[in-house]
């Protein structure tokens, strides 16, 4: 039975062997397995670390833990020796992983040229992590785990103070008490609706049941977010904890977990975790000793985007088709096979155990009036520094851009940024300094969402960029309800119609016209923000359509109906770049000679585009 003696107990061995403290003589190798780290060949890594490894009588210890959050630096390893410092290496190689064994593992000194940063303490005149631009205004709230613990070991977790919340929470807290706690906490949903999570459980609470569900939505189908799935990889039991936190809160006596079929490596996770949670008798029907009962299983989705919705949710759940309802009823008063549930999201619910433990106080002291605590934000598209940032709320979207993502690469000019999934909005250079904050993003045209940001650069054509947001949402639209299945497909003719360069004087207004008619007469949340990127691009670059419409021309030289495909040999500078990138050979290029482009050959996937530097194709 798990008694906060025990759970010291583990505490303690598992600071040892994770190297945190003193005692341990091995050292340990952590290599960093998200599914970025995978994608970027960590695999290999692991099986050249483990070949080196046997075949040297070294004591070490190879484990596994998530991304460290800086994607873009994949694949990663760490190196902890007892008493130093541990050094995180990137973009590692079978090569280097062979050329850091021979010096740092068996040696002590570290390669340098191959190093990123020190973790935990300063040594060999390498910056400490959290010294790093990416890492310097983060705070590790949510995921104060990422890249620390292995996320297979329950022990870990429980070192890093894992479990400590759920057993206070379940042995020393009244309900009411938990529902107090989060509602001071301030924090708000991170699905995207940023709805106050005390408040929600609070109606759970009062809504008298004998069965009550808690789901955790880990659908994320947002393009351009991974936080959910990143937590999930690299932290489960903290979901897990939430889970338990919550069910304490308002009575809930059975879990589910909805994740996308497509994020296997996090299902590997869940099922590991929740295994080893049943063993530890956090789950199951005497949780601690306490007699309160809760069992959580997974359920896989196929990854339509709108079961992410609650209630088309509930009904896969239930193995129905995925499909919105009105609401009300709201799931929290009538939900999962008609009784009371409550829904949140991966995030939401992996910040919970540390609010109970650390308290509301250190959560609320971080952020605006209204949007408290921290914020995950998957950072994509064109900039420097791809990954997983962890802020304050209230940090500007320059800082966010800039200062920790490093700003826009190949030395082009910033554009816009998307927020909020495919139904957010574009917010322009204008709008840079709107701090990240649930009502001031609304103000600038976009909405919070669940935190997938896209950077966008000089080459990003506005209107384009509205169609393929349009194009995603009409895919994704489950059609019971006409504004969103048949708006969404007139918003994409007319949209295809504009970038092609048959758009007519009408159009503008047309758009506008039917953007406001579906969002204000769609059932669901799909159908009701489905327009914003039209609405919000129409709102700060008019410009550009006006530009595609009336002069047939494509100010971004995005849209391949708009170009020419020919070579102005004035502003050529003979530098052959565009022959390198054109895939179908059709650029005409000798050294020292203008290129031109031989228009049979030509597919007009714009490489050539893409690669000039001097604006020299039309
Ligand atoms: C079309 C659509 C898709 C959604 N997808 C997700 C999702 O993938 N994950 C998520 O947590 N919330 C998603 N939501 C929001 C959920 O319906 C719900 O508000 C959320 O899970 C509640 O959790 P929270 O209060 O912790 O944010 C989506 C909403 C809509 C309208």
């Known amino acids: 039975m798990a008694s906060i003696q025990i759970l010291n107990q583990i505490k303690k061995k598992n600071l040892e062997t994770m190297n945190m403290e003193s005692g341990s003589t091995k050292v340990r190798i952590l290599i960093h397995t998200g599914t970025c780290g995978y994608a970027a060949g960590a695999r290999k890594i692991l099986e050249a670390a483990k070949n080196i490894s046997a075949a040297s009588d070294l004591p070490v210890d190879i484990s596994l833990s998530g991304c460290i959050g800086l994607c873009a630096s994949e694949p990663n390893v760490t190196i902890m020796r007892k008493g130093e410092a541990s050094v995180i290496y990137q973009k590692m190689t079978p090569e280097k992983m062979a050329e850091v064994f021979e010096n740092h593992v068996k040696a002590g000194a570290p390669v340098m040229s191959h190093a990123l940063a020190c973790k935990d303490m300063s040594g060999f005149d390498l910056k400490k992590i959290d010294e790093l631009d990416f890492f310097k205004s983060q705070v590790l709230f949510t995921m104060r785990n990422k890249g620390v613990i292995d996320p297979e070991s329950i022990d870990e977790y429980i070192a890093r103070d894992g479990y400590f919340a759920a057993l206070k929470a379940v042995t ?49 189908g947002d393009p351009g977010a991974f936080m959910d799935r990143s937590i999930l990889e690299s932290d489960p039991h903290s979901v897990l904890e939430g889970m338990i936190i919550a069910a304490k809160a308002f009575g809930a006596t059975h879990g589910y977990i909805y994740c996308r079929t497509e994020y296997p490596l996090a299902i590997k996770m869940l099922e590991k975790a929740l295994a080893k949670a ?7 029907r005497n949780i601690f000793g306490t007699g309160m009962g809760l069992d959580i299983e997974i359920c896989q989705g196929a990854g339509a985007f709108v079961c992410g919705e609650e209630t088309a949710l509930m009904l896969s759940i239930e193995g129905k088709r995925g499909m919105p309802r009105p609401r009300p009823p709201y799931p929290a008063q009538k939900g999962l096979f008609g009784k009371p549930t409550v829904i949140n999201n991966v995030e939401t619910l992996s910040t919970v155990p540390s609010i109970i433990r650390e308290g509301a106080e250190a959560y609320s002291s971080m952020g605006t009036l209204t949007s408290k605590g921290t914020k995950v934000f998957a950072m994509s598209g064109s900039i420097n520094t791809v990954g997983l940032v962890e802020i304050p709320m209230g940090i500007s979207l320059r800082s966010l851009i800039f200062d920790i993502c490093g700003g826009i690469p190949n030395k082009r000019k910033f554009k816009a940024v998307q927020l909020g999934g495919p139904s957010g909005g574009c917010i322009p250079e204008a709008f840079l300094d709107t701090p990240v904050d649930y009502e001031a993003i609304i103000q600038a045209g976009a909405i919070m969402g669940s935190g997938g940001v896209i950077v966008m650069d000089e080459t990003s054509c506005m209107v384009d960029m509205a169609r393929f947001f349009i194009d995603f949402i009409k895919d994704e639209s489950c059609g019971k309800c006409t504004p969103c299945r048949e708006g969404s497909s007139r918003l994409l003719e007319i949209l295809d119609r504009i970038t092609t360069g048959e758009g007519k004087d009408e159009d503008i207004a047309e758009l506008e016209e039917l953007s406001e008619f579906i969002k204000s007469t769609s059932l669901c949340g799909l159908g009701q923000t489905a327009p914003n990127p039209v609405l919000s691009t129409l709102r700060h670059f008019r410009h550009e359509y006006e530009a595609h419409i009336k002069d047939k021309k494509c100010p971004a030289k995005r849209c391949a109906s708009l170009l020419e495909f020919k070579v102005d040999t004035e502003k050529c500078t003979k530098c052959g770049l565009c022959f390198k990138a054109c895939p179908a050979k059709a650029i005409l290029w000798q050294k020292k000679q203008a290129a031109s482009i031989d228009r049979d050959k030509c597919t007009k996937c714009l490489s050539c585009y893409k690669a000039c530097r001097f604006e020299a194709i039309l």
Request: include cysteine; proline fraction near 2%.
């Open 172 to 220: 020393e807290m009244e309900s009411e008490q938990i529902i107090k706690e989060i509602l001071a906490s301030g924090l708000r949903g991170r699905g995207g609706g940023g709805f106050p999570t005390g408040r929600k459980w609070d109606i759970a609470f009062n809504n008298k049941s004998d069965v009550k569900y808690i789901i955790c939505n880990a659908d994320e």
């Open 278 to 284: 049943r063993e530890y008798n956090f789950l199951g």
